[in-house]
């Protein structure tokens, strides 16, 4: 029967294909077009064999040769091309998909030699090549692989995921081009960078190597969880008191009959927050700062809670204690932003990120503003950590959150050589930015998350519709805002020190290996001043053609790393494309001696590097006008004298005596009038500390941080500042005294002074209030005292006490003017 003839014949084909598969698969191009279904079927052991076998069998590889034997010309090329990379070690491989990298060596005459399990014809079976051409080309890639495989590659790039499955000793076959440096490097972990952060103040270089990146806690390190619980505290108070600061700026009525919060926990926040800076100027050595018990702590945090979550506001001031408060707010904001750069764009609201240290790509990352929630999500998790403070007021375009993606490279561990690329690209939220709600389509700009949804309704056209800017069309937005500078002069170098400074924080931990290198990427976020904040690292940038922009700039970026790795390591006059070297470690030679020849070599320092004023070196060290007197009371005549006043200084006691010659010899040579004066610039200094504890000038005082002093009105006077606009922010009256720069002040008027005590000090936990004293009281308290003391002498010296006011007002003022004119001077 016809029928059953043909399905008798079809079998026998197909046996005799199978038993001579691999001649059927070696014939001419135009006879390998058979169906995929057919080849699926009848080489799947085939393929699999071949797959994970050592690379081409005998008859692939005869298949191979005598496919571009066809072309003689063009296979004694591929044979010369063969020969020509083994003797200059121009072999190279390539662990994964990296087209870019292929093509770049390719052009240079490099020759590739495929890794063992790509050695196969499984693409031309399958019918991945359509066109002969396609076909032609892989063949000839198998052919000169199989020309080279007996040699070692002298380059090789490895991806992500082929890290850790290549057999390249990395200490040892130093002769090889490798794309790593180190197998873990540290500062590209979540957890390495934190700590490389901390770390990272021993390494500052100004102008060269500052980073500023937001303050992050790593759970597996001991004691960084309590020291985040302590930052959490400390930032609420900063976050409350910025906030009060912001509304009452903003006219917002947050001090209102109906309002049900007290003053005390305003209070509590200023406490908090002037104990802190107690801690980081090393004052609370003299002064024992009182513990705050976890009791205080919590009532303090639902207080703030209902402020910033609730929008709860504050009960009236009655006191009218508010202008003092909100001034003294004002200044301990800007001493802390001192110690807390962060502080500028943290916000108010106090959210933390949680990233776990072993995801990437924004996997496994939570936000939370409360700190009873980070605490149960840290002792319930199984993984490690890192909390990092989340910066609440980034730089939007559009009202939309960005980051920037820049390239680095390096290229030696010692000396350490670092590349900076000049592209960059910006990657863009889905969604508009909104601190109420946390879902990571609004904080979360990796690709990897933005992919997942699509762009919110009422975006801005302006705005990408794949959430990505090329550096080209980011100028052309800064352009139109007017910020056209600020690339050049604020982003581009804050990133440039970011990225040295870590480095060098790092360095410590890289071997001095030879002909390794590699590329990273770094994400930073700007804040509205466009200063860049390093997020975090990534080794082995994702290099792949998800958009537009990153088919454009992640090709050249590859492209123009082969400049600089093969091209300018033999020709330092060679291109290196877009590629800027950034830093260059200066090497120094160590020199082994012997202890004998060790010496010590210096040069004595001028005199303009203790002193930048105007002075005059005479010969010897002695006052002329004062002349050599040896009478400690002839010299203080004359200085009374010099400065026309009585009240300078007190006369020393009786009972002071200069001390012997063994008492003088000190190692250092004095002369006799040096001793002296001296001795009465001790004098002078220990009357000026009396005066400057007593005495306030009326006028405005500014300090070196521009923060003014007017205290001519208080709280207690008949004036009192009820206006919120008549505040004044105001500092430490003793400071500013000694280091004010301004004209010499008058003293008519009588100034208050106050100061400031702990909350919760009283038995109700009642907020302190501000004591206000005049100085007369305390004039009156020493002249009560000077009475009881001189008894006798009463009658004598009550005159005296009549005139003790305005004489120590008089010679202060001579006083400041003095100080305030050789200031002028030394700052001239």
């Known amino acids: 029967m016809p029928n059953k003839k043909r399905k008798l014949l079809k079998r026998k084909k197909n046996k005799k294909f199978v038993k001579?598969?691999?001649?059927?698969?070696?014939?001419?191009?135009?006879?390998?077009?058979?169906?995929?279904?057919?080849?699926?079927?009848?080489?799947?052991?085939?393929?699999?064999?071949?797959?994970?076998?050592?690379?081409?069998?005998?008859?692939?590889?005869?298949?191979?040769?005598?496919?571009?034997?066809?072309?003689?010309?063009?296979?004694?090329?591929?044979?010369?091309?063969?020969?020509?990379?083994?003797?200059?070690?121009?072999?190279?491989t390539i662990y994964g998909s990296c087209s870019a990298v292929r093509k770049a060596l390719s052009e240079r005459g490099w020759v590739e030699k495929l890794p063992a399990n790509r050695m196969n014809l499984s693409k031309i079976r399958t019918g991945t090549f359509s066109s002969k051409t396609k076909i032609q080309s892989e063949l000839e890639r198998l052919l000169l692989s199989n020309l080279v495989e007996k040699h070692n590659p002298n380059f090789v790039w490895r991806t992500r995921d082929e890290r850790?499955?290549?057999?390249?000793?990395?200490?040892?076959?130093?002769?090889?081009?490798?794309?790593?440096?180190?197998?873990?490097?540290?500062?590209?972990?979540?957890?390495?960078?934190?700590?490389?952060?901390?770390?990272?103040?021993?390494?500052h270089i100004e102008d060269e190597a500052e980073v500023n990146s937001p303050r992050s806690y790593n759970t597996s390190?001991?004691?960084?969880?309590?020291?985040?619980?302590?930052?959490?505290?400390?930032?609420?108070?900063?976050?409350?008191?910025?906030?009060?600061?912001?509304?009452?700026?903003?006219?917002?009525?947050?001090?209102?009959?109906?309002?049900?919060?007290?003053?005390?926990?305003?209070?509590?926040?200023?406490?908090?927050?002037?104990?802190?800076?107690?801690?980081?100027?090393?004052?609370?050595?003299?002064?024992?700062?009182?513990?705050?018990s976890n009791r205080q702590w919590d009532s303090f945090l639902k207080k703030y809670y209902c402020i910033i979550a609730k929008d709860d506001v504050f009960e009236p001031d009655k006191a009218n204690k508010l202008p003092v408060y909100l001034s003294f707010s004002k200044f301990?904001?800007?001493?802390?932003?001192?110690?807390?750069?962060?502080?500028?764009?943290?916000?108010?609201?106090?959210?933390?990120?949680?990233?776990?240290?072993?995801?990437?790509?924004?996997?496994?990352?939570?936000?939370?503003?409360?700190?009873?929630?980070?605490?149960?999500?840290?002792?319930?998790?199984?993984?490690?950590?890192?909390?990092?403070?989340?910066?609440?007021?980034?730089?939007?375009?559009?009202?939309t959150k960005f980051d920037i993606r820049q390239y680095y490279l390096v290229t030696s561990t010692y000396p350490l050589i670092i590349w900076m690329y000049k592209d960059c690209y910006l990657k863009f939220s889905s969604q508009k930015y909104n601190l109420k709600d946390y879902h990571e389509s609004i904080h979360l700009t990796n690709n990897a998350?933005?992919?997942?949804?699509?762009?919110?309704?009422?975006?801005?056209?302006?705005?990408?519709?794949?959430?990505?800017?090329?550096?080209?069309?980011?100028?052309?937005?800064?352009?139109?805002?007017?910020?056209?500078?600020?690339?050049?002069?604020?982003?581009?170098?804050?990133?440039?020190?970011?990225?040295?400074?870590?480095?060098?924080?790092?360095?410590?931990?890289?071997?001095?290996?030879?002909?390794?290198?590699?590329?990273?990427?770094?994400?930073?976020?700007?804040?509205?001043?466009?200063?860049?904040?390093?997020?975090?690292?990534?080794?082995?940038?994702?290099?792949?053609?998800?958009?537009?922009?990153?088919?454009k700039i992640c090709p050249a970026v590859v492209s123009d790393l082969i400049k600089v790795v093969i091209d300018y390591s033999k020709n330092p006059k060679a291109s290196t494309g877009r590629f800027e070297r950034i830093y260059r470690q200066p090497v120094t030679l160590q020199r082994y001696t012997n202890a004998v020849e060790l010496s010590l070599r210096g040069h004595s320092l001028p005199m303009e590097y203790f002193y930048k004023g105007k002075i005059e070196v005479l010969e010897t060290y002695e006052d002329p006008k004062i002349g050599k007197q040896s009478d400690i009371k002839k010299v203080l005549n004359l200085l009374k004298q010099a400065y026309n006043t009585e009240t300078i200084m007190k006369q020393p006691?009786?009972?002071?005596?200069?001390?012997?010659?063994?008492?003088?010899?000190?190692?250092?040579?004095?002369?006799?009038?040096?001793?002296?004066?001296?001795?009465?610039?001790?004098?002078?200094?220990?009357?000026?500390?009396?005066?400057?504890?007593?005495?306030?000038?009326?006028?405005?005082?500014?300090?070196?941080?521009?923060?003014?002093?007017?205290?001519?009105?208080?709280?207690?006077?008949?004036?009192?500042?009820?206006?919120?606009?008549?505040?004044?922010?105001?500092?430490?009256?003793?400071?500013?005294?000694?280091?004010?720069?301004?004209?010499?002040?008058?003293?008519?008027?009588?100034?208050?002074?106050f100061s400031f005590s702990k909350l919760d000090d009283g038995p109700y936990g009642k907020g302190s209030i501000t004591a206000c004293r005049a100085i007369e009281e305390i004039i009156h308290k020493h002249s009560n005292a000077a009475n009881i003391k001189n008894k006798a002498h009463t009658s004598q010296k009550q005159d005296e006490l009549q005139h003790f006011t305005q004489d120590v007002f008089n010679a202060t003022a001579k006083v400041v003017s003095f100080i305030n004119a050789k200031e002028k001077e030394y700052r001239s």
């Open 20 to 92: 001579s598969g691999v001649k059927r698969i070696f014939s001419p191009f135009h006879k390998l077009n058979y169906s995929a279904r057919q080849a699926s079927n009848n080489t799947k052991m085939t393929h699999e064999s071949i797959h994970f076998s050592g690379g081409l069998s005998s008859k692939e590889k005869s298949y191979v040769i005598s496919s571009c034997q066809k072309k003689s010309n063009r296979y004694v090329d591929l044979k010369i091309l063969a020969s020509k990379a083994i003797r200059d070690n121009k072999i190279f």
């Open 164 to 203: 850790r499955d290549t057999a390249i000793d990395m200490k040892k076959d130093c002769n090889v081009i490798i794309n790593k440096l180190e197998t873990d490097a540290t500062w590209t972990s979540k957890q390495g960078l934190c700590s490389s952060i901390k770390r990272n103040y021993w390494f």
């Open 221 to 292: 390190d001991n004691g960084d969880i309590e020291g985040f619980v302590k930052d959490y505290k400390i930032t609420a108070c900063t976050s409350l008191l910025k906030w009060i600061l912001s509304m009452v700026a903003n006219d917002r009525p947050i001090f209102v009959p109906s309002g049900n919060i007290t003053m005390n926990v305003m209070v509590f926040a200023v406490n908090r927050c002037k104990e802190y800076l107690l801690r980081k100027q090393n004052k609370d050595i003299d002064q024992p700062i009182q513990s705050i």
């Open 332 to 399: 301990l904001l800007k001493e802390i932003h001192k110690y807390r750069p962060q502080l500028s764009c943290e916000g108010c609201h106090n959210i933390w990120i949680i990233k776990p240290g072993c995801c990437s790509r924004g996997r496994g990352i939570r936000m939370a503003s409360k700190l009873g929630v980070i605490i149960n999500l840290l002792n319930k998790a199984n993984t490690k950590y890192v909390i990092q403070k989340y910066i609440e007021e980034p730089l939007l375009i559009h009202e």
């Open 449 to 551: 998350v933005q992919r997942k949804y699509r762009n919110c309704s009422g975006r801005h056209a302006d705005l990408p519709n794949n959430n990505m800017w090329d550096l080209d069309e980011y100028k052309s937005y800064l352009n139109k805002i007017g910020q056209d500078d600020v690339w050049d002069t604020i982003i581009y170098p804050g990133m440039k020190k970011s990225i040295v400074s870590i480095m060098l924080s790092c360095q410590d931990s890289l071997s001095v290996s030879k002909n390794r290198f590699e590329l990273y990427g770094c994400d930073f976020i700007l804040d509205k001043d466009y200063k860049p904040w390093l997020i975090e690292i990534n080794s082995c940038p994702d290099l792949n053609h998800t958009t537009h922009v990153t088919a």
């Open 653 to 753: 006691d009786e009972d002071f005596h200069f001390p012997d010659n063994k008492e003088k010899d000190t190692g250092t040579h004095k002369t006799v009038s040096e001793y002296e004066m001296g001795v009465a610039a001790n004098v002078i200094n220990g009357q000026l500390d009396e005066l400057m504890d007593r005495i306030v000038s009326k006028d405005n005082f500014s300090t070196e941080n521009g923060v003014k002093l007017d205290l001519r009105s208080c709280p207690s006077s008949q004036n009192s500042l009820n206006p919120i606009q008549n505040v004044r922010s105001f500092t430490d009256l003793k400071t500013l005294l000694k280091k004010s720069a301004n004209q010499p002040t008058t003293l008519d008027d009588v100034i208050k002074t």
